[in-house]
């Protein structure tokens, strides 16, 4: 999500944990393991219930987001398995911080190298990232001016690498808004919401039966093809977009 100051992003994306589905009893023992060698459980019961919802601040060490140390604890990336990641400031994290976000996206696990060992752990997570369009916040802005521009914005955002930005599927601007229409009461709700995402997923899930995996996302190019057909005209398009929008031939899928 990209915006300035004041839009809304963190708000929006606290509220992405209301849409997921409910935990399946094997992703609350996975959740709850997680947690507990993390040292983190703090419940009677001692397992977790709900998605988890990981925000760290812009200055991590690497060993914080993906896990490490003396004991090889899960950092942020593992916490988030089954949940939410959620990057504010996105160009603020050091670069090498966010490259290091690149395989674990792709494969789901992570692995830490220790002496005489290595340890995997899982990291299936929902990315989500904000940002302001530039440093000072208010490049493109109607009731704001950037005073650099279009250089601030233009540094600010090339913090942040190329093949990094092509993991991310869909870019959302967020515009300032006003207080009337915060206060429309047409919206739809969160609950709402989530009941058709609901939906989508029973349908996923019947769709892929047996193939040992249940939503899109975890669907690699060659099932996909299988059981999406498109015409010439749809796979010309989907090819001029990925030539145009992204550097990445994977995107395709």
């Not at 929006?12 to 944990?17: G, M, S, T, V, Y």
């Not at 603020?92 to 674990?104: G, Y």
């Not at 808004?177 to 939906?199: L, Q, W």
């Amino acid at each position: 999500m990209v915006g300035p100051p004041g839009s809304g992003k963190s708000m929006l994306a606290k509220r992405l944990p209301a849409l997921l589905p409910p935990l399946s009893s094997e992703e609350v023992l996975d959740i709850s393991v997680i947690t507990s060698i993390a040292g983190m459980m703090n419940n009677e019961e001692g397992i977790v219930t709900k998605r988890p919802f990981r925000d760290p601040h812009s200055s991590p060490s690497m060993a914080a987001i993906v896990g490490g140390g003396k004991q090889a604890k899960p950092g942020e990336i593992t916490l988030a398995h089954q949940g939410v990641l959620f990057l504010d400031e996105l160009p603020e994290f050091s670069r090498d911080v966010l490259e290091s976000l690149r395989q674990p996206i792709e494969n789901g696990t992570i692995t830490i190298a220790r002496v005489n060992s290595h340890i995997t752990y899982p990291s299936r997570f929902q990315l989500i990232a904000a940002m302001n369009p530039c440093k000072c916040g208010y490049f493109g802005d109607i009731k704001a001016t950037c005073s650099k521009a279009p250089k601030c914005a233009e540094d600010y955002q090339s913090k942040i690498s190329g093949p990094l930005l092509d993991r991310f599927d869909i870019r959302v601007d967020v515009p300032h808004i006003n207080a009337f229409e915060v206060e429309d009461n047409d919206a739809e709700s969160t609950s709402d919401v989530a009941k058709r995402i609901g939906s989508a997923i029973d349908i996923q899930k019947e769709r892929y039966k047996g193939l040992g995996f249940s939503v899109n996302a975890l669907v690699d190019g060659e099932v996909l093809i299988k059981f999406t057909e498109m015409d010439n005209a749809s796979k010309n398009f989907l090819k001029n977009a990925v030539e145009k929008f992204s550097k990445a031939r994977s995107n395709q899928y």
